[in-house]
């Protein structure tokens, strides 16, 4: 093949790469805004950081608002995920089972998955859970930034989602790391992308 031609494919092939991540940029920036309170199964609110059985101030957030969802009538339960970390006595999901239950949702309204370090396995998890009780639809609780991910991983897990998100903005550094997410999940499969987020943190 001529010089020319590998030359020009090797700019095509640049070109539309480049155009590929900055329509995913968008396409993670548009859905950080989401706030869907539609009637669903469950609130399903995504782990984050506790420290000795009290959750981080991130993960406080979402429980708050996954609480002020409940309170609403958006859906009857609400289930906290989550697993530890070396050395912790206690999971992100029962640290904000016990946070929901000493602000008011009785037990039984109350669901704790503590498998999965990743996103998808947190939900993986959450779904096979979900299905036993018949459950098929659910508002993911996360951060802004987090959204467009959430729901992709929902649709290769295999339950009807929206999407719910905290108060607040994102940060530029977390809209980048979110497009790349998306963007090699996309190619990779998310699986394998969030099983690597989660070891490198």
Known sequence: ??????????????????????????????????????????????????????????????????????????????????????GDRFTEGYAGFEYLRFKGIPEDALLVITDGASTWEQLAATVRQLHTRDL???????DPYHSFRLTQIADEVGIESTISTTDGSSSLRQLVRETAAVSLGRILGYRRVDNWLSRVG
Do not use: C, K
């Open 136 to 142: 098929v639809s659910a508002v993911l609780v996360s």
């Open 1 to 86: 093949m001529p010089a020319g031609r590998i030359a020009l494919l090797v700019v095509v092939g640049a070109a539309l790469g480049a155009l590929y991540i900055l329509v995913t940029f968008f396409q993670v920036l548009h859905a950080s805004g989401e706030d869907d309170r539609s009637s669903v199964d469950a609130v399903v609110v995504l782990g984050a950081a506790q420290y000795g059985g009290e959750p981080s101030p991130v993960l406080a957030a979402r429980l708050d608002h996954a609480y002020e969802l409940w309170a609403s009538g958006v859906a009857p339960l609400v289930v906290t995920t989550g697993s530890n970390q070396e």
